[in-house]
Nanobody
Framework: QLRLVESGGGLVQPGGSLRLSCAASGFTLDYYAIGWFRQAPGKEREGVVC????????NYADSVKGRFTISRDNAKTTVYLQMNSLKPEDTAVYYCAAGLSDQAMCARADDWYDYWGQGTQVTVSS
């Protein structure tokens, strides 16, 4: 069974940091682009960042540029999202998603992705 499991969410004060992990089981990530999405209460799901299957290309939403960093370790079948300088508006459930792709790019669009995790809550509050 193909699964993605997110971890690393929690409560953090404004200006703090968290690192989210997305671990794959049942398949390797070598040929998959990975995206991180988030959904805040009452808002539509937003594509935060993605990374191509090779890791050579990334695509960040303007709202997180310079603060968030995506990376991947295909040997460990894990993708990470390092989140620094967190703001209250970053509060949301964060999801990772995997999409089979041999392209040297990725997109922050839902329909690029075939498999989704269950999400991890990130709350930024003092």
């Amino acid at each position: 069974q193909l699964r993605l499991v997110e971890s690393g969410g929690g409560l953090v004060q404004p200006g703090g940091s968290l690192r989210l992990s997305c671990a794959a089981s049942g398949f390797t990530l070598d040929y998959y682009a990975i995206g991180w999405f988030r959904q805040a209460p009452g808002k539509e799901r937003e594509g935060v960042v993605c990374i191509s299957s090779s890791g050579g290309s990334t695509n960040y939403a303007d709202s997180v540029k310079g603060r968030f960093t995506i990376s991947r370790d295909n040997a460990k079948t894990t993708v990470y999202l390092q989140m620094n300088s967190l703001k209250p508006e970053d509060t949301a459930v964060y999801y990772c998603a995997a999409g089979l792709s041999d392209q040297a790019m990725c997109a922050r669009a839902d329909d690029w992705y075939d498999y989704w995790g269950q999400g991890t809550q990130v709350t930024v509050s003092s």
